[in-house]
């Protein structure tokens, strides 16, 4: 009795908690799986939770039902594949929630309340765990009317995950003392090759654990099969398995696990399941003209992938506890920031995404950690340094310490004898058909890729300002922020090449490449800014190792230049930043390299420049729905990472909450059909590219 009433208040606190719960956060699509380059799953439906996709669009099976008293509702995934009247009615999402580490939804299935948990685990403090690419689903169930019901769960995944070419796929299901998981590859894989943005080398994965009870059963079979069979008897069987490999498109190979409850009116705990995509090797490295293959981190903990996916199963409520503690301190620094849950909201799409770019990699022959970065929503490029340095301030926040493993592959690439250009390269690997760099990049696939091999520095002399810019400014911010300045005595000489490049350059930056428009200009201001405040980096880099003739020299150059620079950057009446040194007045810019002066504490710009340029820009406001554009010679092109920068170092509390806000309309207008992108339009909020990249949108969580 008490058991029973005890259940039945379970249900009345779903009823009630989906009741109360009120939506106001709509993105355009909802992060399921997103923990790497290659896992990185979304929904763009969330109000029906159609099929998922990969981040550029391409379908993804994944379904799930759940059978009640015979009826089947279906809330995850489509079956308009299926033929005459057998089908599973779709259920109502009522509710969709959105953190840093977990997507929530709320689903009305007849007289059951279902709550969905989307888990990809962020673990910045765990180099293991952060490493180990997989994500968890979680279902829990319970009744709206407080009766028993005969209840069965049913998930699948479909041979898509592992090939866009829908090529011919192997699979085995497999079974240890705690877990069951399918695996799925590629008949042929083709080692750190891509197709569609799809990896052709790695094994997908679907598993649970055997302690959701004797009653759970499992599958392979065409998806129109194992269907009909769990609405005609809500279990699986794998003695029925359809084992003949085949192509993708011919009886679509699903991979499929069902629970039978029998009668209960709710859940006693979740059932739980693992989605993951493996590759290992996962990085071809070069260096010096030596090739070498990177393994996962998680392999110096783990010998084999089927001791992750024990381990990774078994962990699922300990991760819970983890991602709810990290998703509370990111909503109270957010908090301090800005008022409200909009920029949290937005935090929580960018973190997301900002891990979701990465490859952890264990140490080589020589002991060195290396971290990788995808370029994701604009080419193959690997560790892109402006897509670096617009995420850095969510990986100094999380763990400062990651980003010296994500700047060490960029130094010692650039360290080598081969590489003899005076100013930093702007990648250690580029696609071999840069205009893959599109508005709409669904199914489009370049004609050669980079990622996940690392071919060596590209080195780009209309961008040699910019980057150098962002390589001292990142170098540094690590190394303050970690305490360590091990970087910058294993490659001073390196940094002091690129810093005399900006002391020749920088105050008069001549045909440089925007990295926002790839427009070619000279003399402009915001790139000035970027390239002195490097320089006034390297200062503070020679003083922290004790080279003080050097820390004087560019503090003094510094120092130089800000003062032309003020004089030529700034507006006649001082009231805001020219684009360009000489325009009018009436142009103006936004500034969001002014940034970089205050992640770094610097004092080259007095607080007046600060206060003017926040007054300016909450008089432009009220005349763009979205946000600003870049400047007023773009005026539709706006940038999600390039105004959290801006906001972040305006000095009006109330100016910045609206400049946020503006954005946020833009992250929850769901006028596109695409993940967080970096670049959209100011005019009508519509979509222009940078889907789902690492630096969306990354303000500095605890400016003030």
Not at 373 to 388: A, Q, Y
Request: aromatic fraction near 12%; include cysteine; charged fraction near 15%.
């Amino acid at each position: 009795m008490i058991f029973s009433a005890a259940l039945y208040l379970l249900s009345l606190l779903a009823v009630t908690r989906s009741q109360m719960q009120i939506q106001t956060f709509w993105p355009a699509a909802a992060p399921l799986a997103v923990h790497s380059p290659y896992l990185n799953v979304w929904q763009t439906a969330i109000s029906t939770n159609d099929y998922p996709i990969f981040w550029n669009g391409s379908v993804l099976g994944w379904v799930g039902f759940i059978r009640v008293d015979g009826s089947t509702y279906r809330w995850l995934g489509n079956n308009y594949d299926m033929s005459g009247s057998v089908g599973a009615v779709g259920c109502n999402v009522t509710f969709t929630e959105v953190t840093p580490t977990r997507t929530i939804q709320n689903v009305q299935a007849g007289p059951m309340n279902v709550t969905l948990t989307f888990l990809s685990p962020i673990e910045p403090s765990d180099w293991v765990k952060q490493s180990i690419p997989f994500s968890y689903l979680a279902v829990e169930f319970a009744s709206t009317d407080g009766k028993e019901h005969d209840v069965q769960l049913y998930s699948d995944i479909s041979a898509e995950w592992v090939s866009a070419n829908k090529e011919t796929v192997e699979w085995s299901s497999n079974q240890t003392d705690t877990v069951v998981y399918h695996s799925i590859v590629l008949e042929q894989p083709q080692p750190f090759t891509e197709a569609y943005q799809q990896a052709s080398d790695g094994t997908a994965y679907y598993a649970m654990s055997l302690g959701s009870g004797p009653s759970a059963g499992w599958q392979t079979c065409q998806n129109t099969v194992c269907y009909e069979t769990f609405y005609a008897s809500g279990a699986l069987n794998s003695k029925n398995s359809n084992d003949t490999y085949r192509g993708i498109t011919t009886d679509l190979p699903v991979f499929a696990f069902s629970v039978d409850f029998g009668n209960v009116s709710a859940t006693q705990s979740p059932v739980v399941w693992a989605v993951g995509y493996a590759r290992d090797p996962s990085i071809e490295y070069s260096l010096e003209e030596e090739v070498t293959t990177l393994r996962p981190y998680y392999s110096t903990q783990y010998s084999n992938i089927e001791d992750v996916i024990e381990a990774f199963v078994s962990d699922y409520d300990n991760a819970l506890s983890r991602a709810e503690t990290l998703d509370s301190q990111v909503q109270q620094a957010a908090a301090n920031v800005s008022s409200g849950s909009e920029y949290y909201n937005m935090l929580s799409l960018a973190t997301r995404q900002a891990f979701g770019a990465l490859d952890l990699t264990a140490p080589g022959s020589d002991g060195s950690i290396r971290f990788f970065m995808k370029d994701i929503g604009f080419s193959n490029r690997v560790n892109p340094v402006e897509s670096l340095y617009a995420a850095l301030p969510v990986y100094l926040y999380c763990n400062s310490s990651m980003v010296k493993s994500l700047l060490l592959p960029l130094l010692e690439q650039q360290n080598a004898s081969s590489y003899t250009s005076n100013y930093a390269a702007k990648d250690i690997g580029e696609i071999s058909n840069p205009q893959f760099v599109c508005v709409r990049p669904l199914l489009t696939a370049p004609s050669g890729t980079s990622y996940p091999s690392v071919s060596g520095p590209t080195a780009a002399s209309n961008e040699g300002v910019e980057q150098s810019g962002n390589m001292l400014i990142m170098v540094l911010a690590h190394a303050v922020n970690a305490g360590d300045s091990s970087l910058l005595g294993s490659y001073y000489a390196l940094l002091k090449t690129w810093a005399d490049y900006l002391v020749t350059n920088a105050l008069h930056p001549s045909n440089q490449a925007s990295v926002d428009t790839r427009d070619v200009a000279s003399n402009s201001t915001n790139l000035s800014l970027k390239g002195i405040i490097g320089i006034q980096a390297m200062s503070n880099i020679s003083s922290m190792l004790g080279k003080d003739d050097d820390a004087q020299h560019y503090s003094s150059v510094a120092s130089q230049y800000i003062g032309s620079w003020k004089a030529l950057a700034m507006s006649s009446d001082s009231s805001h930043i020219l684009p360009t040194y000489g325009d009018s007045s009436s142009d103006w810019s936004l500034s969001y390299n002014i940034y970089a002066h205050t992640l770094l504490d610097l004092h080259l710009l007095d607080d007046t420049i600060f206060s003017s340029i926040t007054s300016y820009y909450q008089e432009l406001l009220s005349n763009y729905a979205y946000g600003l554009p870049i400047d007023s010679d773009h005026d539709t092109l706006g940038s999600a990472v390039w105004t959290s920068f801006t906001a972040a170092a305006l000095t009006d509390a109330s100016t910045r909450q609206q400049m946020l806000s503006h954005l946020w309309k833009f992250a929850s207008s769901n006028t596109t059909t695409y993940p967080f992108p970096s670049r959209y339009a100011v005019s009508n909020g519509s979509y222009l590219h940078g889907t789902s990249g690492p630096g969306c949108f990354v303000c500095a969580v605890g400016t003030e």
